[in-house]
Every structure is written in structure tokens, then in C-alpha cells.
């Protein structure tokens, strides 16, 4: 089954299309600067790319030159748009809506409305999307991946924050978690390793440009560091993660914000970047850092501390560990950050083979990085989002 996956934002539309019996990408690529004047840049297995300037005035027209493009002889990979056989949408949130992934229908469609104040930023994009997707391959199914559904299994001790409680039946106020996608990926490739789902205790470190750690217990997320929205947690590229929630009101009183310019100050001043005051990348932060930059020295140290911390945390939850896996373009190509979190953690059980660690980046394959005498076993796994939500897919429409 050839399954097309589409991950919608406000101007852009990344896409994949698999097939799902050898779990090949066939093409993939991505519509930007749709709304404003419109590009396409689609790239093949064999290594050729395309680049195209294009009108694209609306996400419906993005799908249109894309499945265009998919098709084109020159460009594509299929003969016709009736060879893909289902699309499948990467989707932020879901709220308590949904704890899985569900085929698209008129009420799929209302309670996703519903979600819109939740994560306004990416929930009216992956509407177009969707839209997009009816208008130009009519009559094909369609399924919904959430990133929060894998946190969907937190107990409510977890979940819920120390609000009233009248506050969160009225707003839904609550931690939902995010990345669930790919915990849900890289835990189930570490099970496969350990050899069993029952009884293990896994850690998922996504780590990149936004990350969130998970605790993963018999299969099951059971916590994780993102909460009500991706902002809290980490201390990540240009957002702040978790602060004394006072702050928030001392800065907005001193410096004169409304809620709108605190959002975006603590989404997008701060972090790595506002630590640093380099930059958001933790490439330039390693550059930063050979120089002798404080600074960067120190927005780094925070970052290494705070992963270090959420782990021994987790470890307590779950009373033990069995593996911790870094993924993501941070945790599977900076060994110096994994190697930082890792060091003096050997009354955990952890002892990484720093060897092995320092050349693992860039990797398509599981590596173990722990040593042989490690209690608990550390791995890099690549990520997949794509894959499963093209295997969610391909199941539901199966069905």
C-alpha cells in the first residue's frame, strides 16, 4: 500500500509517500511559502532533486502540485494519483479527545475544531491540510496521527497540575505531552532490543531543536517533561522550558508586555539562544563553545543538566531503569551533549563507551553506546515519525 504522509503547517506542507509492504520511502520533500508566492523542492531515493518556484495561494493548490509532481514523468515515482492508496496526517494535538489514530469523518473533524484553542499555531494548518487533501484526491481515506496520543496513558497524578480542579474541567488545563510519535517509535525499537514489552523501564530523550524526555513503563508512557504545551520542560533552542511561573508576571510588570509578547518572548527569545545570545543551533554553540564563549558554555551546561535530572527523576518514578535512548537531530548527532548527561551516572547503572559514543552521529541504524558492563543499556535510535504513521495508516484503512 503506497501511503502518502503530510505533515501541514501554516505555510508549508512536508511530505512523505512509503510503501508500506517494504517500508520504502518512495519520494518526499516539501510545499513552502504557500500564501505568499510558493516553492516545492521533492526529492527521490535515487538522489535527484527538484526545485521549483510555484504559485501556491492555498494548501489545496500545494496538494495539487504536489500530487502533480508525484505523478509527472519526469519527477515522479507513480503512474497516477489512484496509486496512492491513503494519507496520513501528522497531528499536534488531539486534547483527551484522542489516545490513538483515528479515520477521518465529519465528527473526527468537529472535536479537532474543538482542539483549535489548544494549539491554535498547528491545528488550523492541519485542517488545511486535510481539506487540501479532500479536495484533490477525492473518495481516498484519510487517517489523523496525534503527537499527544501516546501521553494519553499518564495517570491522572501525573497529568494533572495543582489547579483547581473547576479550572480544569472549564479549560482542559493539563499536562498532554508532545513528540508522542516518536517516544512511541524509538521505545518500541528499544523494546524489540530488549526483547520484551512487560517489565522494562525506557527513557526516550528526543532532543532537538524542541525537545521532550518520556518515561516509558511496560510500553506505556507514563510521564513526560512537555506539558499543557511544548513550551515547558527543557530549556531548548529559543524556548525557555520549565520556570518559576512568577516570573512570568514580575517580567510582564516590568517590562511592559501583554500576554501576546510574553508568548512569544518565552517561545522564541529565550532557551539556547537567549542564554547564549549566539544562536538557537547547538551547531553554532559548539563553535561557540571551542572559541571560549561563556555563555555558550553555560546555556549548554543547563541543557545537559536538566536532561541529566529528568532522567535520574524518571528513574525514581518507574523504581529502576532498564535503557535510556537519545534520538532526534541533538540526541543522534551531538555526542559531546550525550556524553555530558551520561558522565557520573554510574550509581544509575549508566556507563557509556565513550569510543563508541564519539562516532555515532549521523547513523541510520541502532547503536548501542553504553559499555558492556553498563546495568543499563544506552542506545541512539533514529527516529521514524513518518513510518508510523504511515504503519497507523495503512492498519486503519486495512481494517
Do not use: W
Not at 517489565?199 to 518515561?215: D, F, P, V
Not at 543547563?302 to 537531530?329: E, N, P, S
Amino acid at each position: 500500500m503506497n501511503v502518502l504522509v503530510v505533515n501541514a503547517g501554516s505555510s508549508s506542507l512536508k511530505y512523505q509517500l512509503l510503501d508500506t509492504e517494504t517500508e520504502k520511502v518512495l519520494a518526499k520533500g516539501i510545499c513552502e511559502r504557500i500564501g505568499i508566492d510558493g516553492r516545492i523542492d521533492h526529492k527521490l531515493p535515487d538522489g535527484r532533486r527538484f526545485k521549483k518556484d510555484i504559485a501556491m495561494p492555498n494548501h489545496s493548490v500545494a496538494m495539487r502540485i504536489l500530487v502533480d509532481t508525484l505523478t509527472d514523468k519526469e519527477t515522479g515515482c507513480i503512474s497516477s494519483m489512484s496509486e496512492i492508496s491513503a494519507v496520513g496526517h501528522r497531528v499536534v494535538h488531539g486534547g483527551e479527545f484522542f489516545c490513538e489514530s483515528v479515520l477521518v469523518d465529519a465528527s473526527v473533524i468537529e472535536k479537532l475544531e474543538k482542539c483549535r484553542e489548544l494549539a491554535p499555531l498547528h491545528t488550523g494548518p492541519a485542517l488545511m491540510g486535510i481539506e487540501g487533501c479532500t479536495e484533490v484526491i477525492k473518495g481516498v481515506p484519510q487517517v489523523l496521527v496525534f503527537d499527544t496520543a501516546f501521553h494519553q496513558t499518564m495517570p491522572d497524578y501525573a497529568y494533572m497540575y495543582p489547579l483547581p480542579y473547576s479550572i480544569y474541567q472549564k479549560y482542559k488545563i493539563r499536562r498532554y505531552g508532545f513528540h508522542g510519535t516518536s517516544h512511541r517509535y524509538v521505545s518500541a525499537e528499544m523494546m524489540k532490543i530488549l526483547g520484551r514489552t512487560e517489565g522494562t523501564k525506557i527513557i526516550t530523550c528526543h532532543l532537538g531543536n524542541g525537545s521532550s524526555i518520556a518515561a516509558v513503563k511496560d510500553g506505556k508512557s507514563i510521564d513526560t517533561s512537555m506539558g499543557f504545551t511544548p513550551l515547558d520542560g527543557l530549556e531548548m533552542g529559543t524556548r525557555c522550558g520549565a520556570i518559576d511561573p512568577a516570573i512570568v508576571c514580575f517580567l510582564m510588570e516590568k517590562e511592559g508586555m501583554n500576554a501576546a509578547q510574553m508568548s512569544n518572548f518565552l517561545n522564541k527569545q529565550c532557551g539556547l539562544l537567549g542564554v547564549s545570545e549566539v544562536s538557537s543551533d547547538s551547531r553554532d554553540i559548539e563553535d561557540a563553545i571551542a572559541k571560549g564563549n561563556e555563555k555558550a558554555k553555560l546555556a549548554d551546561k543547563i541543557m545537559c543538566y536538566q536532561i541529566k535530572k529528568y532522567i535520574g527523576a524518571y528513574a525514581a518514578a518507574m523504581g529502576g531503569l532498564d535503557a535510556v535512548v537519545f534520538t532526534a537531530g541533538l540526541g543522534e548527532n551531538n555526542p559531546a551533549l550525550r556524553s555530558s548527561v551520561c558522565r557520573n551516572m554510574e550509581f544509575l547503572g549508566i556507563k557509556l563507551d565513550e569510543e563508541v559514543n564519539k562516532v555515532t552521529l549521523r547513523q541510520s541504524s541502532n547503536v548501542r553506546i553504553s559499555s558492556e558492563d553498563s546495568k543499563v543499556a544506552v542506545y541512539v535510535i533514529p527516529t521514524n515519525e513518518e513510518l508510523v504513521i504511515a504503519r497507523d495508516t495503512a492498519a486503519i484503512v486495512s481494517r
